[in-house]
């Protein structure tokens, strides 16, 4: 960008009358300071300003002629700010990327099978009578994986020295036997055990545990079992089927089937369409723009963080393993950045566009999930944007089902 001499001689002019109007010199009343002296203490001053009023309307300007829209924050650079020379300055910003014509032609996928079989049936009545199962006393047999205790655990250094610390004891701990909860050697030690019974076992916790009291140490745990319960599942007949919001066992099985069918065919259709993007970033590559690759860095590293500390990890641990995971996750974010552009490209290069209808059956979908009225969903999407990304993503979709119409689908062997 260039500007005229004349015209940042006049910017920094302006700013000078502006100074000399307000500025508070001895000897002199408010605003009446020579120019001389105002030139002298504040020349520097009104040239920097001049500037920055200067290139930020010159950018402004250039952006409009343009007719582009940066991906992020335009960053005007004087290369000479002489006055009485011209104002030369660079602008650098990123944008959305031109990929030209996209190619598709020879695109091959596998596709899975998408059945439910009776197993897949039976697996998912199990969960839901677990669900549903009542604690139960524990008669002819010892403590097994799937059993509930509740227990004093008393903790004290696996190694006896002298001036250690008086055993811990925590009243009324609770356990499911063979979870991940404490020390997988306890678990192991309640094995076959029972109510009024104490167990003891060495749980070394190494330095990376995610329990700040424990870790790095060797303890000496002793678990003394006051209640010992099993999960009683309840009947697999109609009144269970009922309990569950269906008329019988055998509608039971029917709403499980279709609930199971419409996930497989989710996940695999989920899994042709990462299939059909890789295949269309190896026939067009393309460089994703920085800003959008932290944009969405920025985001999954905030999520991540938050689901970590919500788990209970502490705040250090959390930065120590978002570090270690750092490459791959900006690796992923630039996959899904090139994989956004050239969906998007797609869809313009083969003029598909979102419906309304597609829309309103979405809104539809979303109303009755959350229990509003689609009226009111609407409005509040409008409100803070969502409705534009639904439409978005639901163009997007709309690429990737012609993308999949176009490829030869082969079933997956076996």
């Known amino acids: 960008m260039t500007i005229p001499a004349p015209v940042f001689e006049e910017a920094v002019q302006k700013e000078l009358r502006r100074i000399r109007q307000k500025a508070h010199l001895r000897g002199f009343r408010k605003g009446k300071a020579p120019k001389e002296r105002i030139e002298l203490l504040y020349g520097s001053e009104a040239t920097e300003e001049a500037v920055s009023r200067l290139l930020g309307r010159a950018t402004r300007q250039s952006l ?8 992020d924050v335009p960053k005007a650079t004087p290369e000479e700010a002489t006055r009485g020379k011209p104002l030369v300055a660079k602008l ?9 014509t996209v190619d598709f032609e020879g695109i091959k996928v596998t596709t899975r099978d ?6 897949d049936i039976g697996e998912t009545l199990e969960q839901l009578r677990m669900e549903k199962a009542q604690p139960g006393p524990i008669e002819g047999r010892g403590i097994q994986d799937g059993d509930f ?24 701990v609770p356990l499911k036997v063979g979870s991940e909860a404490y020390h997988p050697s306890l678990h192991e030690a309640l094995q076959g055990a029972g109510e009024g019974d104490t167990v003891v076992a060495t749980a070394s916790f190494g330095e990376e545990s995610p329990d700040p009291q424990r870790a790095g140490r060797s303890i000496r745990a002793a678990f003394t079992i006051k209640q010992a319960r099993t999960p009683v599942l309840p009947a697999l007949d109609d009144a269970f089927a009922r309990e569950l919001g269906a008329d019988s066992l055998l509608a039971l099985r029917g709403d499980i089937r279709d609930r199971l069918r419409r996930r497989a065919d989710q996940n695999e259709r989920r899994a042709v369409a990462e299939q059909l993007v890789d295949a269309l970033r190896e026939k067009n590559p393309v460089e994703p723009p920085e800003p959008l690759v932290e944009r969405d860095l920025d985001n999954r590293v905030r999520m991540l963080a938050n689901s970590m500390m919500q788990g209970g990890m502490p705040a250090e641990q959390v930065r120590s393993e978002l570090e270690k995971h750092l490459d791959t996750l900006r690796a992923e974010c630039e996959k899904t950045v090139a994989s956004t552009i050239l969906v998007d490209a797609l869809a313009d290069q083969q003029g598909i ?3 309304e209808e597609a829309v309103e059956q979405r809104l539809e979908q979303e109303a009755s999930a959350a229990g509003k009225s689609q009226a009111a969903l609407r409005a509040a999407m409008e409100k803070d944007g969502r409705l534009e990304r639904v439409r978005t993503q639901l163009r997007r979709d709309a690429a990737i089902d012609f993308l999949r119409n176009q490829a030869e689908l082969t ?3 076996g």
């Open 64 to 71: 409009h002629e343009l007719d582009v829209q940066p991906l």
């Open 92 to 100: 650098r910003f990123s944008v959305w990327p031109e990929v030209g």
């Open 114 to 119: 998408v059945s439910v079989t009776e197993s």
């Open 149 to 172: 205790v509740i227990g004093d655990l008393q903790e004290s250094s696996a190694i006896e020295l002298a001036g250690a610390p008086a055993p811990q004891v925590t009243k009324d």
């Open 353 to 355: 566009r979102t419906t």
């Open 411 to 413: 079933p997956a062997p």
